[in-house]
């Protein structure tokens, strides 16, 4: 049984233009967009918990302390 659900990474619950829809969609107005994050909440409900982590920027500027976050984030969840 899944009780904790990490998602790790900049686009998890990015929303905003500059963040995710100007990489994947054309034309799409930003209340239309889903996040990750918000699809997974709606499919599992409040019984599992969600563990969000960037770990780094959208634009790949990661640094050690959010790495380090990520991974912690990731030993604390049963999936990843």
Do not use: H
């Not at 899944?2 to 054309?26: C, E, H, N, Q």
């Not at 996040?35 to 909440?41: A, I």
């Not at 709606?42 to 920027?57: F, H, M, P, Q, R």
Request: hydrophobic fraction near 45%; glycine fraction near 8%; charge should be negative.
């Amino acid at each position: 049984n899944v009780s904790k659900i990490a998602l790790i990474g900049p686009f998890a619950d990015a929303k905003r233009d500059r963040d995710y829809m100007s990489f994947w969609t054309f034309g799409a107005e930003q209340e239309d967009v889903i996040t990750l994050l918000q699809g997974v909440k709606a499919k599992l409900g409040n019984n599992t918990e969600i563990i969000v982590d960037s770990a780094c920027g959208w634009m790949g500027d990661c640094k050690e302390a959010g790495i380090k976050r990520a991974i912690e984030a990731a030993k604390r969840a049963d999936v990843v």
